[in-house]
């Protein structure tokens, strides 16, 4: 039995598929999987003996600066994308049995997969990025926002955003596949059969007409690596610092000196970790450490909050640490989703990047840092489940079979 994954995007994209791969390979499946050609994602699934078809430029490119790439420059790439996933993917679909998208970049995946008479699965890591009524559509950058009083409306014009930049050169590929054109290019990749890799207790979804989710709970892996000598070293220097990181976003450096600043103002010690942005906010004094990539399962039990961006991953790892939580998210897909769910559930404080004020870190801290907020996330860190890859990993046997 043969499956293919695929997904396009940063880190957060591409681990929880290959939590799926190792589940799946522990069950004789075979795994390939189509992602971008960075070097860490070669390295890492090189490293789990799972194949990688690599497809579109590298994400570094397409995220390098401050700011992300201008609406018409985003335009050419989704453009470029679909081109690149009808040229590769028919090959790698060769003698697999299913295939399973992540993301609605994934534009060409059923159409090839359908073109193949195999099984199509779509799968969503976030609740906000399927039509419901419960919530607005998260935000699509390069792409207005849709504009409306109920979320019914802006789910409409969220799919005629995606008509606009995906209908034609979708349906020309089709047509060359004799393919029939499709009219809702979203609602064709989602499916009406879409599952979330989310936490049911972080990210539950609301039952909605027209959409029958399987939530499996989030799709993760044990880590088990040892943090680096110098950074035990500094956590056993002192009382617990306060970790701040944005991954693979690049936020205003001025959000994250304004946040150093102010964890010191509260008398804390800071880790900063470089992330994708290379943050440099390290100056000499020895209250301040800087890491790179390290095992954040281990590290976020010892601080004590963590600051970041909203990304899925990030979120739910401290989460399950039990460790309070800053979230500064940018105004970019599941980010706010994730902000707002930290906030909902009390387990730390959810900010605006766009209107960052001294004041509001000053009262974020003193909310993350109080006894109450640590205690309800200690608590609620019990109640989440770890075994969405090894439920995801039966069921598409199971379907399979």
């Avoid at 600066?65 to 201008?70: M, N």
């Avoid at 359908?114 to 009524?133: D, K």
């Avoid at 008509?163 to 047509?175: D, G, I, K, T, Y």
């Avoid at 499996?216 to 500094?234: H, N, Q």
Wanted: glycine share 8%; charged share 25%.
């Amino acid at each position: 039995m043969r499956v293919l994954l695929s997904t396009y995007g940063t880190r957060g994209d591409v681990e929880p598929l290959v939590a799926l791969a190792v589940r799946l390979r522990a069950l004789g499946v075979e795994v390939r999987m189509c992602a971008p050609p960075d070097e860490e994602f070669a390295e890492r699934l090189a490293g789990l003996g799972v194949r990688l078809v690599p497809v579109g430029p590298p994400v570094r490119e397409v995220m390098r600066g401050t700011t992300l790439p201008s609406a018409a420059d985003l335009s050419r790439y989704r453009t470029e994308m679909v081109g690149a996933q009808f040229d590769a993917f028919p090959a790698a679909l060769d003698g697999c049995d299913v295939l399973v998208a992540a993301g609605l970049a994934q534009i060409a995946a059923r159409s090839v997969a359908e073109a193949a008479g195999i099984r199509y699965v779509y799968v969503s890591y976030s609740a906000v990025n399927l039509p419901s009524p419960h919530h607005a559509p998260p935000p699509r950058p390069g792409w207005p926002e849709p504009a409306a009083d109920d979320n019914r409306t802006r789910w409409e014009r969220d799919a005629d955003n995606v008509n606009a930049q995906f209908a034609e050169p979708l349906n020309n590929h089709r047509a060359a596949l004799d393919l029939a054109p499709v009219n809702n290019v979203r609602d064709h990749v989602y499916s009406d059969r879409p599952w979330l890799a989310a936490d049911p207790v972080l990210g539950p979804w609301r039952e909605t007409r027209g959409l029958d989710v399987t939530q499996t709970g989030a799709w993760t892996l044990p880590d088990e690596r040892p943090l680096p000598a110098d950074l035990v070293t500094f956590l056993d220097a002192g009382t617990r610092p306060v970790y701040v990181g944005f991954g693979s976003m690049s936020p205003s450096p001025d959000i994250a000196h304004r946040a150093v600043e102010e964890i010191r103002a509260q008398g804390r010690r800071v880790l900063v970790s470089r992330g994708w942005a290379e943050l440099d906010l390290v100056d000499g004094q020895d209250d301040c450490f800087a890491i790179g990539e390290v095992n954040h399962q281990r590290l976020f039990g010892r601080v004590a909050a963590v600051v970041h961006h909203g990304g899925a991953g990030t979120t739910l790892t401290a989460a399950r640490a039990g460790a309070p939580q800053v979230v500064v998210p940018l105004r970019l897909a599941d980010n706010p989703y994730w902000a707002g769910r930290v906030a909902d559930l009390d387990l730390g404080a959810a900010l605006d990047s766009e209107t960052v004020t001294t004041e509001s870190l000053n009262v974020a801290f003193k909310t993350v840092l109080a006894p109450e907020t640590r205690a309800r996330a200690e608590d609620v860190s019990g109640r989440f489940r770890t075994d969405g890859a090894t439920v995801a990993a039966n069921l598409l046997l199971d379907a399979l079979r």
